[in-house]
């Protein structure tokens, strides 16, 4: 079994930055493939960004390319998502996502994952 749980999130201004955090336990995490994921109100959840097991492979949706960054610590179980230059249609519940299998890598959609946390929450004000 995996826990995943985020934190970061919080009210941030347009143009401004935040950096998520995603603390994985119960199993080897260096094995596995992470990934971000958000939901806005009212719409469909939406592929972020992914990272490889071994941090040498990522993924970003088109609407954060060039603007947000993730990135792994193996040693400390972490994945981060930093986010730069945030819109106001950045605003949505972030989710940390991690691969079932072993060795798997970065995937793009949401039922490539098996292990999701609570989720966090990021309002950006224009």
């Known amino acids: 079994q995996v826990q995943l749980v985020e934190s970061g999130g919080g009210l941030v201004q347009a143009g401004g930055s935040l950096r998520l955090s995603c603390a994985a336990s119960?199993?080897?995490?260096?094995?596995?493939?992470m990934g971000w994921f958000r939901q806005a109100p009212g719409k469909e959840r939406e592929f972020v960004a992914a990272i490889s097991w071994s941090g040498g492979i990522t993924f970003y949706g088109d609407s954060v390319k060039g603007r947000f960054t993730i990135s792994r610590d193996n040693a400390k179980k972490t994945v981060l998502l930093q986010m730069n230059s945030l819109k106001s249609e950045d605003t949505a519940v972030y989710y940390c996502?991690?691969?079932?299998?072993?060795?798997?890598?970065?995937?793009?959609?949401?039922?490539?994952?098996?292990?999701w946390g609570q989720g966090t929450q990021v309002p950006v004000s224009s």
């Open positions: 119960g199993r080897t995490f260096s094995s596995y493939g």
């Open positions: 996502a991690a691969r079932g299998s072993r060795w798997a890598g970065a995937a793009r959609t949401q039922y490539e994952y098996d292990y």
